[in-house]
């Protein structure tokens, strides 16, 4: 574990503490956010017939880090209708939400941040803050556009927090275990131990369960992408209707706050729906460092094959969002409750009973 | 007439607001609704149409267009301008497919004075015409796809467009703001070079439009969105005005192409489509599929097209070239004459309307004789379809408003004049 080394190399405990808290921050989401919007404007710039970032660096790869020099340099403009602390405290809440995610995700079997039993709770739990802070950003912009674009939000996360919520459960059923390292743990060896061909060991369920494992995981992705405001789920900053939704008054590195936590969210949800169902940071054909005998190389590649899980399911929610139209506010209502919902309890009822069996 | 000073518009717009029915009590009937100004700089307005919204909720009760952002007064500046003058203002129009508008000026200059253009210039100016209907209908189909957030949509229309554009480029030098026509003609002939593009370009429009329609219309959410939004009946839309793609969509079947044929339309075989439904995702289709006739058009005429001169013999009338007027003395006098008097058509009235992508545009131009209209009256489409839209979009969302205003494709510089 982390923890422990840094335990040992700093001998106490709140440094190892303050040490680890900072090191998702630097040595992944921020990485991650840079490689994330350099990869969205290639996705939908090589969907589109274009040819995206093309000047700085290699393919434009410099480009995010140009936008953020830029964005460094921007006033950071406050009006004076702004409802003043809020409208400050809201970017940093949303920020933190999303940032608290990556506290409990497993990147390999020797890096969690916390490795705590209720990682799954505490994920759920713990993304709910994203929803305070963006209604705050929408109350304290005064401004019509972000205010309708917060309620939507809230609406909308709130919503499709219960389908998300059950999916988990029906999981958390059949594993028995809340803990995002002990359920990665349990879906190691070959990829049909994952979650998602029916769970570990051999037996007629897992047969039995492959099909409600699929639609499980397809009303956990829906709901996800719904739980960050992904297309078709991203009423809240519809641009050709609320202009930029709750952050339309946000200028400079409050935007970029918010932009931040957009991009740590979408990697944050990949990584539960690939801990859940893809078998966590569990190579699909076994390690190489058990191949070679070199013990710590294992680490590593489990961190690789995270890392690539996760970037998957971010590309698939690029690919949505640049080939579906967004659903109306009603219409999103409708498929939450009128589908995922009832689907997903049926799902839950039917899991139950084959577990029984 | 009434005459409404700069600080009352204000409290007039919120008169009409509110003087329309609502649950919410009267006194204090704003206390439970919002006024949502939407524009003029949004980003689904269509330029700078500016839309008072009174809503309920997300439910707009009362809606309130309130246009003129883009005013220029062209109406005002044709009486001061002479005819030829006014050719680059029609550009400026409906700036979406600027080479209809310039048709449609010339022709309605031509009846007034009395001129009869050669053939191939007519038939260029249907083949302008109906390459100008499929770049407007592309931008009109990309932007409605874009408005409910099919982004990729509207790129791939408008490489589509780019196309168009470019034949534009051969053909007159310009892109955008064309200014092809003359009075009595076109500027110059179409070059091969512009026949072959066109030529390549009808042979592959088609599967490139039907890969943008597998992309939006096989999707439910796209449908939904659209199905049974902005219903207006037949009725409602010939009482509005609404011309264009907007009125086929309410099932009434008038093309002035067909009803009132000018040009060469009488010998070109084409379907008007017609949808019945009259929702926004009838007014899509019959863009789209009034994409396709215009192909089917501009393929016949390619084949019908005669050689011979562009312009009309009429020397006090149509311009000179510009090689003779260097090198002849009665081409000399009359460019000069032509430039700085006008053309002098003899007095009289009259209203030309041609079918234009966005719907019937007229021009009534009175002359008194002079060289400048005595009067000039543009009868632009996208301003009447507007009129329906607070009758559309009551009961609606405000996710359908912007549908709707993509869907009657509005296009500020021709609503504003």
Redesign the interface.
């Known amino acids: 574990m982390i923890y422990d080394y840094l335990y040992k190399l700093t001998g106490s405990e709140i440094w190892a503490g303050v040490i680890q808290s900072f090191f998702p921050l630097f040595l992944f989401i921020l990485p991650f956010a840079l490689f994330a919007v350099w990869l969205e404007r290639k996705v ?1 710039a090589h ?4 040819l995206g970032p093309m000047r700085v660096g290699y393919h434009g790869a410099l480009q995010t880090i140009a936008d953020i020099l830029k964005l460094l340099q921007k006033e950071d403009i406050v009006a004076t209708e702004n409802d003043k602390p809020l409208f400050n405290l809201a970017p940093v809440i949303v920020f933190a939400g999303s940032y608290a995610v990556f506290a409990a995700i497993p990147f390999s079997g020797a890096f969690i941040g916390s490795n705590i039993d209720l990682g799954l709770f505490f994920i759920i739990a713990v993304s709910g803050l994203v929803v305070a802070g963006i209604l705050m950003a929408g109350w304290a912009s005064n401004n ?2 972000s205010l ?1 674009g917060a309620m ?1 939000s809230a609406a909308q996360i709130i919503s499709y927090e219960i389908p998300t919520i059950i999916v988990v459960l029906t999981i958390v059923m059949i594993t028995g275990t809340l803990s995002l390292y002990k359920l990665s743990e349990l879906q190691s060896g070959y990829f049909w131990n994952w979650m998602i061909f029916g769970g570990p060991g051999p037996g007629l369920h897992k047969f039995l369960f492959i099909p409600f494992m699929f639609i499980g995981f397809i009303i956990l992705y829906i709901s996800t992408l719904a739980e960050v405001n992904r ?2 789920f ?2 809240p900053e ?6 930029a939704g709750y952050h339309t008054e946000y200028s400079g590195m409050k935007f970029a706050m918010f932009f931040l936590a957009e991009y740590a969210n979408m990697f944050a949800v990949s990584a539960i729906v690939a801990a859940v169902f893809f078998g966590g940071y569990q190579s699909p054909f076994g390690y190489l460092g058990n191949a070679f005998n070199l013990p710590w190389l294992i680490p590593i590649e489990q961190f690789f094959w995270f890392t690539a899980k996760g970037l998957f399911f971010v590309f698939v929610q690029m690919w949505l969002r ?10 999103l209502m409708a498929v939450c409750w009128k589908y995922l919902i009832p689907i997903s309890f049926v799902n839950l009822i039917i899991v139950g009973l084959i577990s029984v069996l | 007439m009434e005459r409404v000073t700069k600080e009352e518009v204000p409290s007039k717009i919120l008169q009409a607001l509110l003087s329309t029915d609502s649950d919410i009590s009267v006194d204090g009937a704003l206390e439970n609704e919002m006024i949502l100004n939407m524009g003029p700089q949004h980003p689904a307005t269509h330029g700078v149409l500016r839309l008072l919204l009174r809503l309920d909720g997300e439910t707009v009760i009362a809606c309130v267009p309130e246009l003129g952002y883009l005013h220029r007064g062209y109406e005002k500046m044709a009486e001061n301008m002479t005819y030829y003058e006014f050719i680059p203002h029609t550009d400026r129009l409906d700036y979406l497919s600027p080479m209809a508008n310039n048709v449609a000026w010339a022709m309605a200059v031509e009846k007034l004075a009395g001129i009869e253009s050669p053939a191939r210039a007519q038939y260029i100016r249907m083949m302008i015409t109906e390459l100008a209907r499929i770049a407007s209908h592309l931008v009109a189909i990309g932007a409605l796809a874009m408005d409910v957030g099919a982004l990729t949509v509207f790129l791939w229309t408008l490489r589509e467009r780019e196309k168009i554009l470019d034949i534009w480029d051969i053909l007159c030098g310009a892109r955008f703001t064309n200014s092809y026509t003359r009075i009595g003609g076109v500027a110059n002939d179409a070059q091969p070079e512009a026949l072959a593009k066109v030529k390549w370009f009808i042979d592959q429009y088609e599967p490139n439009l039907d890969e943008c329609e597998k992309l939006i219309n096989t999707n439910r959410i796209f449908i939904e969105r659209l199905d049974g939004v902005g219903v207006i009946s037949a009725q409602d839309a010939i009482e509005i005005g609404f011309t264009g793609p907007n009125l086929r969509g309410s099932g009434v079947e008038f093309d002035l192409r067909r009803a009132t044929p000018y040009l060469f339309y009488n010998e070109i075989d084409f379907n008007i489509p017609v949808y019945k439904e009259g929702d926004c995702l009838a007014r899509y289709f019959v863009r789209a599929d009034e994409t396709r006739e215009s192909i089917k058009i501009i393929r016949q005429v390619l084949d019908k097209m005669p050689q011979g001169e562009v312009l009309a013999n009429s020397p006090k009338k149509v311009l000179p070239k510009k090689t003779e007027i260097y090198s002849k003395m009665e081409e000399l006098i009359h460019d000069f004459m032509i430039v700085n008097f006008g053309i002098n058509p003899p007095v009289g009235e009259v209203y030309s309307a041609v079918e234009n992508p966005k719907g019937e545009l007229g021009f009534y131009l009175v002359s008194n004789g002079e060289g400048r209209p005595w009067k000039c009256k543009i009868r632009s489409p996208s301003m009447v379809n507007l009129q329906a839209l607070p009758m559309l979009v009551k009961g609606h969302m405000v996710s359908d408003v912007v549908a709707i205003i993509g869907s009657i494709d509005p296009v500020m510089g021709e609503a504003d004049k």
Do not use: F, G, H, N
Not at chain 1, 47 to 50: E, G, I, K, N, S
Not at chain 1, 238 to 243: K, Q
Not at chain 1, 322 to 331: G, H, N
């Open positions: 939908s969907m589109q017939d274009r019509k556009y309708l939507r297309t078709p991203d009423i519809a641009e050709s209707e609320l202009v640049w080939t579906l139209p967004r659903l109306r506010v009603d219409q």
